[in-house]
């Protein structure tokens, strides 16, 4: 059985409100896809995700699973800047090591 | 709009700071399932409320506490609990340290629900339930988890607690964290279960070095009074 990934693009993100981009992943991860985001998304964007995929769990989606690299901070030590973000179903994807620049996983299908 | 949100944040920033001594503070039990939560909140309540008086159960079955529960009126006092019992160590059952708390926080405590990404019924089945009552189940832990999220609009400080024995780099304890700091809300972290053979405090230590890491036994109260003292020092 074949894997999708959808890798998106910084540029994409960015031109997204913040509601789009959780419907957006959502959606995308609901349907079985692996979905990975340049820049990723702020811990914030990240505790809706995951609230929003709370209120989605049922007996045949058992939600996400979600790794990150954590953002880095940026100008004057304020405004963080967010990293890489990839995140599938909870039933195909395990993070098996994840470090500060690492993420492994395993990806498998249902 | 983003200047607007940052000026937002630092007002809110300020708020905090100058509010924040004044009445009794919101102290949420943050963490993943199974790290203890319930068995810390009941620790603290035992030790400076009532010791016959639980506000959850703690079992080996995740998700056991799916409502977050406030215990308000909670008075940590280490002056008077070390001159009501000079020799031991705030209810530890580990051996006798030297008393040096002389810390006073009023709070209330706040037993959450366990975050987590994903609930899946088939793993309550694994503990022996019965597939209706782990749909059940799984549908409450799911609303548990919601509510705890929201339940951070109205938190003061966290205490958010991690197993020692487990690998603390996960993306939950990130993303609390990454939540408090941009809320500008004081965060300690205990790292609990330390009376496990395969704990390793220091791996939370070393994960997150930007934070004050308590190495702590819940369930024997092993170190609880450097958790208090640092409680008392943060959260006032």
Redesign the interface.
């Given at each position: 059985m074949e894997i999708k990934m959808n890798l998106i693009s910084e540029d994409k993100i960015n031109s997204m409100t913040s509601t789009e981009k959780l419907r957006f992943v959502l959606d995308g991860v609901k349907s079985g896809d692996i979905v990975v985001l340049e820049g990723g998304l702020?811990?914030?964007e990240?505790?809706k995700l995951?609230?929003l995929?709370?209120?989605e769990?049922d007996?045949d989606f058992?939600?996400?699973?979600?790794?990150?690299y954590?953002?880095k901070k940026g100008f004057l030590n304020?405004r963080?800047k967010t990293r890489l973000t990839v995140i599938g179903p909870?039933?195909m994807m395990h993070?098996t090591k994840?470090?500060k620049d690492l993420i492994s996983a395993i990806i498998s299908a249902i | 709009m983003k200047s607007k949100r940052r000026w937002k944040s630092i007002l809110t920033l300020l708020r905090r700071a100058l509010s924040f001594r004044k009445g009794t503070a919101k102290i949420g039990i943050y963490g993943p399932p199974n790290a203890g939560k319930t068995t810390l909140t009941n620790r603290i309540i035992h030790t400076f409320v009532d010791e016959n008086e639980d506000v959850g159960t703690a079992t080996e079955v995740p998700h056991e506490t799916r409502r977050a529960v406030r215990r308000a009126g909670v008075t940590i006092d280490l002056k008077a609990k070390s001159l009501e019992n000079p020799n031991s160590d705030l209810n530890s059952e580990s051996e006798v340290k030297p008393k040096r708390g002389k810390a006073k926080l009023k709070l209330d405590v706040v037993d959450t629900p366990g975050l987590a990404t994903k609930i899946d019924f088939h793993e309550f089945m694994a503990y022996g339930l019965e597939e209706d009552e782990a749909k059940r189940r799984a549908k409450e832990a799911t609303e548990g988890v919601i509510e705890a999220i929201k339940w951070l609009d109205d938190i003061d400080g966290i205490v958010l607690l991690m197993d020692s024995t487990e690998d603390p780099y996960t993306q939950t304890n990130i993303v609390i964290i990454g939540n408090m700091e941009a809320r500008g809300i004081p965060i300690i972290i205990a790292a609990n279960k330390v009376d496990l053979v395969d704990a390793s405090p220091q791996r939370i230590a070393n994960a997150f070095p930007q934070h004050s890491v308590i190495p702590i036994s819940a369930l024997k109260g092993e170190n609880m009074l450097d958790l208090y003292e640092e409680m008392a020092r943060r959260f006032r």
């Open positions: 702020t811990s914030e990240q505790m995951i609230e995929t709370m209120t769990v007996d058992s939600g996400i699973e979600m790794s990150g954590p953002s304020i963080k909870a039933k993070t994840k470090d | -």
